[in-house]
């Protein structure tokens, strides 16, 4: 019996030491990426995969109906970004690295001036013109209408 118990203990701690490990947020898929001051970064599995099959498909959709929250604008950036150039466009800090090093798209969600979410999403399939900041009307669409699948650009509707 007392064997039992200990086996038990030990099984219960390395549950609770690898479901720790990649600890979601609010609810949704996905781990911590690149640990923050503020906000973590989160892997969100399901919101790639919409992406992806976007890809695929050469599907345009608005970005505001790809979240299950209400934001007010979002940045979005590539593997690569500063921490600096980010805590400058957002208002604060996200990243505890210099750089983001994730292979896939940041996207930072704000809402009434406060960092919301900050989402990683892979692969990098965003592409964008000018600035990197969009409203919840932002759609995503084929960079190339007339071509294969591939890379997405996000715009607002009226680019």
Do not use: Q
Not at 18 to 37: I, Q
Not at 92 to 114: C, I
């Amino acid at each position: 019996m007392r064997a039992s118990a200990a086996l038990i203990a030990v099984l219960a701690a390395i549950c609770a030491v690898t479901t720790g490990c990649g600890s979601k947020s609010d609810g949704e898929n996905g781990g911590d990426v690149n640990s923050s001051s503020g906000s973590a970064v989160e892997y969100d599995e399901r919101l790639s995969a919409t992406i992806v099959g976007m890809s695929k498909r050469g599907e345009t959709r608005e970005l505001a109906r790809l979240t299950n929250f209400t934001w007010d604008n979002v940045y979005v950036y590539s593997e690569g970004a500063s921490a600096e150039k980010i805590a400058d466009d957002v208002g604060s800090a996200v990243l505890s690295e210099k750089y983001y090093y994730t292979a896939g798209n940041l996207l930072v969600f704000v809402r009434d001036g406060e960092v919301l979410r900050a989402i990683s999403v892979a692969p990098d399939l965003l592409t964008w013109n000018g600035t990197n900041a969009f409203s919840p009307a932002a759609e995503i669409t084929p960079a190339h209408p007339n071509g294969p699948p591939g890379l997405l650009r996000i715009r607002e509707p009226a680019d």
